[in-house]
């Protein structure tokens, strides 16, 4: 029975030192989440409050622990995330006690950044063929995306045009191309934040290629070096009796 009453004091004691013991992040967010530029600096502080002696602290970037020097992991530690780029959208970072985990404070990051789009690529196909055009879409907060023709908002409805978009990617395809499909097609996104940005593609159609006759030439060639085998082998035996 003194055991059990020595076990549970012990429990509430330990209890009680951890309510004791507070960690906080800073710069202090609403919601924990903390809005960034990618390519920003950015300074994390985390602090072990209302504790009675001296607590070591472990960072986290989600659940990979973040190596830290000794002088930068007691009462105090600071991360510095730089630069901030794409990968760290929506990534949590977390200050803990390294005694009891339960212990932690964490912040989400909410990097903004562009979608990547720029130049012109130049694209030469023959008719009846199939072409796609692929634009990188990826941007936070999402863009909207239009495509245009020759300077002209690009007409749907005609044409054989097939549109596709994800979160990443937006893609135009033609499936049998035309003579009329010829022109410079462009892939225009556009934010109230970043405005508008736009990649370009010239299709220049040619006549309709003529298929290379592969397996013909193939099995010709297969029968004309079986022929010279036989020959060789074939000389090789009369030879071989003529020095018997």
């Known amino acids: 029975m ?3 009453c020595v076990a ?15 960690v906080s992040v800073h710069p202090a967010v609403s919601g924990g989440v903390i809005s960034a530029q990618r390519e920003d ?5 985390c602090e072990a409050v209302e504790r009675e002696g001296d607590e070591e602290l472990d960072w986290y970037r989600e659940t990979q622990r973040i190596s830290l020097g000794p002088e930068n992991r007691v009462n105090t530690s600071s991360l510095c995330v730089s630069p901030v780029s794409k990968a760290d959208n929506r990534v949590t970072f977390t200050c803990q006690l390294r005694r ?16 990547e789009l720029s130049g012109t690529e130049l694209v030469t196909m023959a008719q009846n063929q199939q072409v796609t055009f692929t634009c ?6 999402p863009v909207s995306v239009s495509w245009m ?47 508008q940005r736009t990649k370009s593609f010239t299709l220049t159609v040619e006549g309709e290629w003529t298929r290379f006759p592969y397996e013909p030439v ?16 074939s000389r090789k035996e009369k030879i071989a009796k003529c020095f018997k």
């Open 100 to 115: 009891e985990a339960s212990v932690n404070a964490s912040i989400q990051l909410d990097v903004h950044f562009p979608p």
């Open 8 to 22: 549970l004091l012990s429990l509430l004691y330990f209890t009680s030192e951890l309510r004791a013991v507070q």
């Open 136 to 141: 990188d879409v990826h941007a936070n907060p």
């Open 149 to 195: 023709k020759n300077n002209e908002r690009l007409n749907l409805d005609t044409g054989g045009y097939t549109l596709y978009q994800d979160g990443r990617e937006a893609t135009l395809s033609i499936n049998k191309i035309q003579k009329s499909h010829e022109g410079n097609y462009s892939c225009v996104t556009d934010s109230p934040e970043y405005g």
């Open 218 to 233: 193939i099995a010709g060639g297969v029968i004309v070096l079986c022929t010279m085998i036989l020959a060789v082998i």
């Open 2 to 4: 003194n055991q059990i």
């Open 41 to 45: 600096t950015l300074t994390l502080t």
